[in-house]
C-alpha cells in the first residue's frame, strides 16, 4: 500500500500520497491552480512557472512549480499568498508582451489584474506560442515519434521540425496541436488533407470504405497498424462503421 502523508493547503488539512506533486492534489480537491504547460499523461517540466505555489517545511518558506514539487508529511502550502499572486502577476505580464494579440494568455492576464502589458508598446509581441514545449514532449513520449525539438536558446527559442524544414517523421496524428495551451499549433483539414502548418507538413486521410467519412491520417493509421501488428485493411472502415 502507498505511503500518505498530511499537508495543508491554503489552511485546509489533506491527506495525499506521498510523492505525489502538490499541483495534482490541490487539483484533485479543487483548489485550482493556473497553469500552460501542465498536460494529463506528459511528464511535467516546469516551463510556464504559473503553477508558482509558496510552500513552508519547518521553518523554510519557499516559492515552487507546484506541478514538479513532490508532497511530503508536514508541508504547508498557499496557493493564492499575496507573494504568489505578485510574482504570478509578473509571469503573466512577460507573457501578454510576448503574446500580446493571444486569447488565452490575454484571459489569463485579465483573471490578474493586466489588460495590457506594462512594457512600453515597443516591446510587445505577437506571438502565440510560449515555448512550453508540450508539442514536443507530446510527440515524444505519447507518440513515440520526436518529430519536431525545440531549437535556438534564449528568445529565440522555438518548436521546429529539422533544419527548420519539414518534420519528415511526422504521422499527422494532430496530438501537437490537441495539447497546445495557445492554439500556437496550426492545424486545418480541408480537401481529404490534414495539413500541419507549423512542421510543414500535409497528410492524406483514410476514407472510409462503408461512410466515405475522411476520418484519420493515412500514415498515423498505418504507423498504429505496424506498431500493433494489425492486419492490412485494419482500419479500412472508421471506428463508427467497425
Ligand atoms: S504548469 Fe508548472 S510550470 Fe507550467
Redesign the pocket.
Known amino acids: 500500500m502507498s505511503e500518505m502523508v498530511n499537508l495543508t493547503i491554503n489552511g485546509k488539512k489533506y491527506t495525499a500520497e506521498k510523492g505525489s506533486m502538490v499541483?495534482k492534489v490541490a487539483r484533485d480537491h479543487g483548489i485550482r491552480i493556473p497553469?500552460?504547460?501542465?498536460h494529463e499523461g506528459i511528464e511535467?517540466?516546469?516551463?510556464?512557472?504559473?503553477?508558482?505555489v509558496e510552500v513552508t517545511h519547518g521553518n523554510r518558506t519557499r516559492i515552487v512549480?507546484?506541478?514538479?514539487y513532490p508532497v511530503e508529511e508536514g508541508l504547508v502550502v498557499q496557493t493564492d499568498s499575496p507573494r504568489i499572486i505578485r510574482n504570478r502577476k509578473m509571469l503573466l505580464d512577460l507573457l501578454l508582451a510576448r503574446c500580446s494579440e493571444n486569447k488565452v494568455i490575454k484571459e489569463l492576464a485579465a483573471e490578474y489584474g493586466l489588460q495590457k502589458p506594462s512594457f512600453r508598446e515597443e516591446y510587445w509581441e505577437k506571438h502565440d506560442c510560449i515555448v512550453?514545449g508540450l508539442c514536443v514532449r507530446a510527440c515524444e513520449q505519447v507518440v513515440g515519434v520526436s518529430a519536431i525539438s525545440l531549437v535556438n536558446r534564449g528568445v529565440s527559442k522555438e518548436p521546429k521540425p529539422p533544419y527548420l524544414e519539414k518534420a519528415t517523421a511526422c504521422i499527422g496524428c494532430g496530438s501537437c496541436y490537441y495539447v497546445c495551451p495557445t492554439g500556437a499549433v496550426k492545424m486545418e483539414e480541408k480537401n481529404g488533407v490534414r495539413y500541419i502548418y507549423n512542421w510543414n507538413v500535409a497528410f492524406k486521410l483514410k476514407k472510409c470504405a462503408k461512410c466515405g467519412i475522411e476520418w484519420a491520417p493515412e500514415a498515423q493509421l498505418e504507423y498504429i497498424r505496424k506498431k500493433w501488428n494489425l492486419e492490412k485493411g485494419f482500419f479500412d472502415l472508421c471506428p463508427n462503421c467497425r
Open positions: 499541483l497553469t500552460l504547460c501542465d511535467p517540466f516546469g516551463a510556464c512557472r504559473l503553477c508558482i512549480t507546484s506541478c514538479l512550453c
